[in-house]
T-cell receptor
Framework: GAGVSQSPSNKVTEKGKDVELRCDPI?????LYWYRQSLGQGLEFLIY????????KSGLPSDRFSAERTGGSVSTLTIQRTQQEDSAVYLC???????????FGPGTRLTVL | QQQVKQSPQSLIVQKGGISIINCAYE??????FPWYQQFPGKGPALLIA?????SEKKEGRFTISFNKSAKQFSLHIMDSQPGDSATYFC????????????FGKGTLLTVNP
């Protein structure tokens, strides 16, 4: 009966390094979203996965950002060559296909030094 | 272009008072309007949501009022309690856009005992 889980909960990295953030969805939830929560910017949509369909990448801020969802379950958000402006909380949300409600994980707080 | 505008940024209310948070949207294609509550260190959690075919929805102490012609909706928290102190986000989505949420920038509510 676990909710959406994300790991790590906190990540501190140096500018220029690559990072991977993980999201484990609620079992049976076919839709998965990544959002970014920055100070003063609120929550911004990044990318959306639904089943085997092509992902909606329209919110990714640059080509340094990418995401995968393997086997319709776990998702990984990768940020290459991190910059200080990438510092934020990265939130994952999932939902059942026919519902509207998105369930959010606790987020990963990324700090780029 | 900010599609969902939320006000106020912060709000201080006495215990037992009414908290009111307002949002305005621009895209008339939006068809789902949720409010999320977020406590520090946690992901947002759905509080209450409304569709544009009704003008009001009430769940316990929480009420959404919706004005389709004005493209505005608001959250009313009756008998506000210190435990309601959190950040509140309004959001909007549409089925045609994969239900990705467009969020307001949030309101930090403090309820004083």
């Amino acid at each position: 009966g676990a909710g959406v889980s994300q790991s790590p909960s906190n990540k501190v990295t140096e500018k220029g390094k690559d990072v991977e953030l993980r999201c484990d969805p609620i079992s049976g939830h076919t839709a998965l979203y990544w959002y970014r929560q920055s100070l003063g910017q609120g929550l911004e949509f990044l990318i959306y996965f639904q089943g085997n369909s092509a992902p909606d990448k329209s919110g990714l801020p640059s080509d340094r950002f990418s995401a995968e969802r393997t086997g319709g379950s776990v998702s990984t958000l990768t940020i290459q060559r991190t910059q200080q402006e990438d510092s934020a909380v990265y939130l994952c949300a999932t939902k059942f296909r026919v519902d509207n409600e998105q369930f959010f994980g606790p987020g990963t707080r990324l700090t780029v030094l | 272009q900010q599609q969902v505008k939320q006000s106020p940024q912060s709000l201080i209310v006495q215990k037992g008072g009414i908290s009111i948070i307002n949002c305005a949207y621009e895209n008339t294609a939006f068809d789902y309007f949720p409010w999320y509550q977020q406590f520090p260190g946690k992901g947002p959690a759905l509080l209450i949501a409304i569709r544009p075919d009704v003008s009001e929805k009430k769940e316990g102490r929480f009420t959404i009022s919706f004005n389709k012609s004005a493209k505005q909706f608001s959250l009313h928290i009756m008998d506000s309690q210190p435990g309601d102190s959190a950040t509140y986000f309004c959001a909007a989505s549409m089925g045609g856009s994969n239900y990705k949420l467009t969020f307001g920038k949030g309101t930090l509510l403090t309820v004083n005992p």
